[in-house]
């Protein structure tokens, strides 16, 4: 299956060829035009030819802003992730984004062939819906699927792409649908516009509380499919997974303006302390700082949480390579609409 993301509601031209070795998209199946390849050999761009030159110019845009979206991307996950390939077209036939975007896994050889709507002079939302498929990515195969997962993309997409992606947000109708827990439950799909809502407020307000993205996103995929948000609060803050829903539901009730929208607590406003370290570095603190957190919420004793820390020093090619997830769902896609 996709792992498809979508919205709330429902003269330059370039000579370009048809790729011989083209991807295996999820759901394209018209002509693939290479448009090119980014600087750093990371991200190559295709596009559908027959939508002419507006999304040729998205298709150059991306290209041009490829990246710095993997940098970012890179810098919120403390890893560095392998090659993509991205076809834009008019995905769910929509040319303003909100046909979402796609994928087929949660990792790097599953999932490195992204299908992104095409949206007419707003390159912004293009690069937003790649992130939010290029971060399921460098979730290397944990939160396939899961509520909490598609929660985390759609922060990342707001937090590299200005927020471009504002009216798909989900918050307000986990709000009129009464609020339910899924701080203390993760949600086996990411087609559910009440735990994405309730996983995009929560966040807000742990970025509001100084837990920046780039400390959530390793943490996240550290704690895996049977983490829930309540157990990031725990790891994060040290204090007990019990309190995450209570403290959570009395900040929602003093929010003056209530919620509106995916960042009531203001979360954008903060935003990630990233070092510019080189990729190894970067992959390495990433590497040590996920297995300090996963050992630290499983209650590890100091001895194996050492142990632990020395393997996680090891060259790749010493240690154990995750298990590939399995596709399930991965599209992103606006809430539908009452």
């Not at 984004?97 to 707003?122: K, L, M, P, R």
């Not at 920046?212 to 983490?227: C, F, H, Q, T, Y």
């Not at 607590?265 to 370290?277: A, C, R, V």
Request: hydrophobic share 35%.
């Amino acid at each position: 299956m996709s792992h498809r993301i979508k919205s709330t509601h429902r003269e330059n031209e370039n000579i370009i060829m048809p790729d011989a070795k083209k991807p295996s998209w999820p759901s394209y199946q018209g002509t693939s035009h290479l448009i090119g390849t980014s600087p750093s050999g990371r991200v190559t761009v295709y596009v559908d030819p027959s939508l002419g030159k507006q999304a040729q110019q998205n298709a150059q845009d991306l290209l041009a802003d490829a990246d710095r979206v993997v940098n970012a991307n890179d810098g919120l996950f403390g890893t560095t992730g392998g090659p993509v390939s991205v076809i834009l077209f008019a995905l769910g036939g929509a040319t303003d984004g909100t046909g979402g975007a796609d994928h087929n896994g949660c990792d790097y050889t599953t999932g490195n062939a992204i299908e992104v709507d095409v949206s007419y002079g707003n390159p912004g939302r293009v690069s937003a819906l790649f992130e939010a498929e290029l971060s399921e990515c460098s979730m290397n195969g944990n939160l396939c699927g899961e509520s909490t997962g598609e929660a985390l993309s759609r922060w990342c997409a707001a937090v590299i792409a200005n927020n471009a992606l504002a009216d798909f947000a989900t918050a307000p109708l986990w709000v009129s649908d009464g609020m339910p827990d899924f701080v203390n439950k993760t949600e086996n799909t990411d087609q559910s516009a009440d735990s994405t809502g309730c996983g995009m407020a929560f966040l807000s307000w742990m970025i509001s509380q100084g837990h920046g993205l780039e400390k959530i996103a390793p943490a996240m995929v550290n704690l895996g499919d049977s983490g829930t948000l309540a157990d990031l609060y725990a790891t994060l803050t040290g204090d007990s997974a019990s309190n995450a829903w209570p403290k959570f539901q009395d900040a929602v009730k003093n929010l003056p303006g209530g919620i509106k929208n995916d960042d009531p607590f203001g979360g954008l406003s903060k935003p990630p302390q990233m070092t510019h370290l080189a990729p190894r570095t970067a992959e390495l603190v990433g590497r040590i700082f996920a297995t300090v957190v996963a050992d630290i919420a499983a209650g590890r004793s100091p001895d194996e949480m050492m142990d632990n820390l020395r393997a996680a020093m090891l060259p790749a090619g010493r240690r154990h390579t995750p298990a590939v997830c399995q596709p399930k769902s991965k599209r992103l896609l606006p809430p539908k609409k009452p």
